[in-house]
C-alpha cells in the first residue's frame, strides 16, 4: 500500500501563473512533509517542509498548505518560472524516522 | 562543502552480472541512506546505517543485494546477480543527525540487459 500519494503525474502552468501540486497520506503517525525538487540528472533536493502542528508553511515563492484532519497537503508555487520546471516529490516520516516519497508530479512552466 | 559524491554515475550490465556503487557522504554526516528510484518512481529506502550499524535493512532484497559501510563513513552497495527489474537510479543521501536535512548525491543510473 502506498504510504504517499500525488495526484497528478504531471502538470502544465503558464509562466506567472499558480502550480499547485496535491498529495494525501495513509498513516496518522506520520509528522514530518517535506516536498523535494528532483532536476533530470539530479538527486532530490529539499524544497520545503512543513511539520503536523502547522497548517501553513511559507517561503519565497512556496507554500505547503496542509491539512491534519483530511490527511493532505499541497504546494504552491507562486509565479511559477522556467526554471521551476523540474519534478516534486512529496514525502512523510513519523518522528524523523524512515521517509516515504510519493511517485512525483512533473511539473512543466511554459513560457 | 563538498556534497554527497557517487561513483560511477552510469553502469550498464547483462542480468547476472554484479555491480558495486560507491557513496562518500558528505563529512560529520553520521546517517547515510541507499533509495532506488525506479523510472518515473519516487526514491524507496533499501537500506540505512548510523555510522558502521546497519539501522533498517529490511526492504534491501537479501539475497542478491548488500550494503556495508565498514569505518561509519563511506559506503558500498553491491548487486550480486543483476536482473532486468534491478534497472533503476541507485541513489546515496546522508544528514548529520535524525533531526536533520537530507542531503541526496546524483546517484548511479543502473541499466540492466
Known amino acids: 500500500q502506498q504510504q504517499v500519494r500525488q495526484s497528478s503525474q504531471s502538470l502544465t502552468v503558464w509562466e506567472g501563473e499558480t502550480a499547485i501540486l496535491n498529495c494525501s497520506y495513509e498513516?496518522?503517525?506520520?509528522?514530518?512533509f517535506p516536498w523535494y525538487q528532483q532536476f533530470p540528472g539530479e538527486g532530490p533536493a529539499l524544497l520545503i517542509a512543513?511539520?503536523?502542528?502547522?497548517d501553513k508553511k511559507e517561503d519565497g515563492r512556496f507554500t505547503i498548505f496542509f491539512n491534519k484532519r483530511e490527511k493532505n497537503l499541497s504546494l504552491h508555487i507562486k509565479d511559477s518560472q522556467p526554471g521551476d520546471s523540474a519534478t516534486y516529490f512529496c514525502?512523510?516520516?513519523?518522528?524523523?524516522?524512515?521517509?516515504?516519497f510519493g511517485d512525483g508530479t512533473q511539473l512543466v512552466v511554459k513560457p | 562543502e563538498a556534497g554527497v559524491t557517487q561513483s560511477p554515475r552510469y553502469a550498464v550490465l547483462q542480468e547476472g552480472q554484479a555491480v558495486s556503487f560507491w557513496c562518500d557522504p558528505i563529512?560529520?554526516?553520521?546517517?547515510l541512506y541507499w533509495y532506488q528510484q525506479p523510472r518515473d518512481q519516487g526514491p524507496q529506502l533499501l537500506v540505512y546505517?548510523?555510522?558502521?550499524?546497519?539501522?533498517?535493512n529490511s526492504q534491501l532484497p537479501s539475497d542478491r543485494f548488500s550494503a556495508v559501510r565498514p569505518k561509519g563513513t563511506n559506503s558500498t552497495l553491491k548487486i550480486q546477480s543483476a536482473k532486468q527489474g534491478d534497472t533503476a537510479t541507485y541513489l546515496c543521501?546522508?544528514?548529520?543527525?535524525?533531526?536533520?536535512?537530507?542531503?541526496f548525491g546524483p546517484g548511479t543510473r543502473l541499466t540492466v540487459l
Open positions: 563529512s560529520g554526516h553520521d546517517t
Open positions: 512543513i511539520r503536523s502542528v502547522s
Open positions: 514525502a512523510a516520516s513519523e518522528s524523523n524516522n524512515r521517509i516515504f
Open positions: 498513516n496518522s503517525a506520520f509528522d514530518y
Open positions: 546505517f548510523r555510522d558502521e550499524a546497519v539501522i533498517d
Open positions: 543521501a546522508s544528514r548529520v543527525n535524525n533531526y536533520a536535512e537530507q542531503f
